[in-house]
């Protein structure tokens, strides 16, 4: 989209996002190397701390203005953080991040579609005064 052109609020959700889509992007990446860890039977303690620093940095950056999705992060961290088996934990992580991808991404389309400024002299060369 060449020509795409968003309200101030449309852009501040969008930066948001954008935000978010990076840090999810590394919490993609800390889950795959605990799932890696863990297959090979060597300490995934410092990948599942890490996790747990994470989910809630992504949580907080969301919840102003992305309630919804904040609380699918919060329900990730919580379940990750109770007692269970590490392949359970790394189930459980990896549908919360296709879940919470997903999210991130029809709120980019939702953004784009609701705050868009429609130019109505678009093709019409300026207007000049004499």
């Known amino acids: 989209m ?8 449309g852009q501040a959700k969008l930066k948001t996002l954008e935000d978010a889509t990076t840090i999810l992007q590394r919490i993609h990446a800390l889950t795959e190397q605990y799932a890696l860890a863990i297959k090979r039977q060597s300490p995934g303690g410092p990948f599942l ?16 203005q992305f309630g919804m999705i904040s609380d699918q992060v919060f329900a990730v961290t919580l379940a990750v953080s109770r007692g269970s088996s590490e392949p359970t934990r790394i189930r459980q992580l990896r549908e919360g991040v296709g879940q919470i991808s997903q999210a991130l991404e029809i709120a980019t389309k939702s953004v ?3 705050h868009t400024v429609h130019d109505e002299k678009a093709g019409a060369p300026p207007h000049r005064e004499s």
Request: no cysteine; aromatic share 0%.
């Open 112 to 114: 784009i579609e609701k």
């Open 49 to 64: 701390m890490n996790l747990k620093r994470q989910l809630p940095a992504l949580g907080g950056l969301l919840k102003g």
């Open 2 to 9: 060449a020509g795409l052109k968003l309200d101030g609020a």
